[in-house]
């Protein structure tokens, strides 16, 4: 039997790189062992990851992308080793991936946070909602996720056999989303206080996500030249896909942006449309929280997602179409509106159908 002779090298990786930004100066060393072959053998899961990671920075992935991915494989990791003893990603097998997803579901919400001063996993107890079930769709998500690793691993040749192929595939009913009736959408906006700042600013906001579409994080993105008041247009950039596109507002939309404009730059020089009270971008769960905070005291419970949602329902109830809606959603494609969108209730169907009833129209 002869001895394959190795060499080994050192790599300096950064750990917590994207929960600590791009800022950090924690580092981990890693001793890496390289055969004779055209590249090196990863031997630890954890510098699986950390490579993944890096490679994922270089191709300018968003920040909310790099944390769903960080969060996902360090919450698989966590159960690798812990419930299955697994260190090395080579000897992860397809069982251990259909294992994991009825672990996630037996389990509920659990946390691999790590404690700063010890560099140990605390204990998962301390999260809140410890043990809640996990949605279908989050679960998903996280095994899509995973796939992508996977994918990774195997174009790198850092694993012979593309577990991709071996995550199973969840399929997810989509819950209704609730149509908000014009009654409840004129009490929850008349709950706020515009004569308060922060709530004229919310106030604000939520009548622009239903005459636009808008994302809540394009939203916040918006600055005041992104705005074209003699058109009716402003131009959105989503910080998820980095594309750019205009989207369109309505006539009192526009005469409630110029009142804006006025009211804002007496407290704010901010280079932001809907600033904080020091000037600052505003923050998605800050605006997410104060809107539900408001919806509650009226019983109306509202995310800034169901009201792009109604905005959608509203638009094709009101005689829209689907390839416009696509393009003013910025949605890759007509078929990913029809998915997301298609989810009336017998009722709004009906009423669609009495607008548009053929026998009707053609009094016949």
Request: with cysteine.
């Amino acid at each position: 039997m002869t001895i394959e002779k190795y060499t080994y090298k050192l790599f300096i990786l950064p750990i917590n790189f994207f929960r600590k930004g791009s800022q950090s100066l924690l580092f981990t060393l890693k001793l890496i062992r390289v055969s004779k072959g055209d590249f090196f053998a990863l031997n630890n899961i954890d510098l699986a990851l950390d490579q993944f990671l890096l490679h994922c920075d270089s191709k300018n992935l968003s920040k909310k992308t790099l944390r769903s991915y960080d969060q996902t494989l360090r919450l698989f990791i966590f159960f690798l080793e812990h419930e299955c003893d697994i260190t090395n990603i080579k000897d992860v097998k397809s069982y251990h991936l259909k294992k994991y997803v009825a672990h996630l579901r037996e389990r509920g919400k659990y946390t691999t946070t790590v404690n700063e001063h010890t560099k140990m996993y605390n204990h998962p107890d301390s999260r809140i909602d410890l043990g809640t079930q996990i949605s279908d769709t989050t679960i998903a998500n996280y095994m899509r996720n995973i796939k992508v690793f996977f994918n990774f691993l195997y174009s790198e040749r850092t694993i012979t056999d593309n577990l991709a192929k071996s995550v199973p595939k969840i399929k997810v009913q989509r819950k209704q989303k609730e149509l908000l009736s014009p009654t409840e959408i004129k009490i929850l906006l008349q709950a706020m206080d515009i004569t308060k700042f922060h709530e004229y600013r919310l106030w604000l906001g939520v009548r622009l996500i239903l005459d636009t579409g808008s994302r809540i994080s394009e939203l916040l993105e918006l600055k005041p030249e992104d705005l074209n008041l003699t058109h009716n247009a402003m131009l959105l950039r989503n910080p998820k896909s980095r594309k750019q596109r205009y989207v369109y507002f309505s006539n009192r939309m526009s005469n409630d942006l110029k009142r804006w404009l006025k009211y804002r730059d007496r407290f704010s020089d901010s280079e932001y449309l809907f600033p904080t009270n020091r000037g600052t971008q505003q923050n998605v769960s800050n605006f997410e929280k104060t809107l539900k905070t408001i919806g509650n005291s009226v019983g109306i419970e509202v995310t800034p997602h169901q009201l792009r949602n109604n905005f959608a329902k509203y638009y094709l109830l009101n005689g829209g179409d689907f390839a416009t809606l696509s393009r003013i959603l910025g949605h890759s494609s007509i078929d990913t509106t029809m998915r997301a969108y298609l989810d009336f209730t017998d009722d709004q169907i009906r009423q669609k159908y009495q607008e548009h009833s053929p026998l009707d129209n053609l009094k016949l």
